[in-house]
């Protein structure tokens, strides 16, 4: 089943749109639906979509965040720091759960990258999280400083040509040079996916759809995965941790950003579980995907 569900943006004169998909039967006898909330921001859910192996047994609402797949694009925003807030995900997904008859029933959420910025923010707010069930947290750094140290940790293991073009680039604040975007790739190939034939299909979804919604991506994150520039340079969810109180699955691949990143995820939270799959980097999913799906299976039916 797929829909668009009204979502009004405050500030935004025009009607604002969320694109959603639901894979299963939401209304199963005994079943929680699993709510997936996608990275980027600016992507779409499509490189989320082996996530799917999990179906029929969990019903799966994949939906794209505004500004990103297939819901309503707002490029007049560029740059607008105040307006794309995570307050503004967190608000779309209340929404999304009003619309679906989802907020007076038990509900399981995953956020992957991005996503789980949302996702513990919305966990950690008690007055919007009461029906939560179980919390998936997937390749995400606690917060940004902890993801600047981690990507240098990284970084210091590229190619020396290719950390040079790296430095260069951003000395320079030339983001789209060959140069640079061939180490950009160095990097990807080591720590964003280490599945073959490159790249994959997920990473190339993953790319093609954050291209369109890059308005958001750069406005938040900044020109790439390295460089956390935008309204996001300070971001931390250290401080909210201990408020979630639900289990957690903490869940990551040895290659991506180092273990410190996430270590407050499984110190802060009372009830956290975390698994790091070997041979797995950023997109774990997809790197280890039968391993990845039954840890999830597992959480999410224990």
């Not at 991506?217 to 300070?234: A, K």
Request: proline residues 7%; charged residues 20%.
């Amino acid at each position: 089943m797929e829909g668009k569900v009204e979502f009004h943006v405050p500030g935004v004169s025009a009607s604002c749109q969320t694109w959603y998909k639901v894979v299963g039967d939401l209304n199963s006898p005994g079943s929680t639906p699993l709510i997936i909330l996608h990275g980027g921001p600016g992507a779409s859910h499509d490189y989320l979509l082996p996530l799917t192996d999990l179906a029929p047994d969990i019903p799966l609402v994949f939906y794209d965040q505004i500004g990103g797949g297939r819901s309503t694009h707002l490029p007049d925003r560029a740059g607008d720091e105040a307006f794309w807030t995570a307050d503004l995900f967190v608000r779309e997904l209340d929404n999304l759960l009003a619309h679906l008859n989802l907020r007076d029933r038990p509900v399981d959420l995953y956020g992957h990258s991005w996503g789980g910025v949302v996702v513990t923010a919305w966990a950690s707010t008690p007055s919007s999280s009461t029906n939560l069930r179980r919390l998936v947290i997937s390749n995400i750094s606690a917060s940004m400083d902890l993801h600047r140290a981690g990507i240098a940790t990284l970084r210091k293991r590229l190619p020396e040509d290719a950390q040079a073009a790296l430095d260069r680039g951003e000395a320079e604040n030339d983001f789209t040079s060959p140069e640079y975007q061939a180490a950009l790739e160095v990097f990807s190939k080591r720590h964003l996916s280490l599945a073959r034939p490159w790249p994959p299909k997920e990473v190339q979804d993953l790319l093609q759809w954050a291209a369109e919604g890059w308005y958001v991506y750069t406005t938040v994150f900044g020109p790439n995965s390295l460089l956390p520039i935008g309204s996001i340079r300070n971001w931390t969810a250290i401080p909210s941790l201990p408020k979630i109180k639900v289990p957690t699955l903490v869940i990551d691949g040895a290659e991506d950003t180092p273990s410190e990143a996430m270590q407050p995820f499984f110190d802060l939270i009372e009830k956290a579980k975390w698994i790091t799959l070997d041979n797995a980097a950023h997109m774990s999913h997809v790197d280890q995907r039968e391993k990845y799906m039954k840890q999830l299976q597992r959480f999410l039916a224990a």
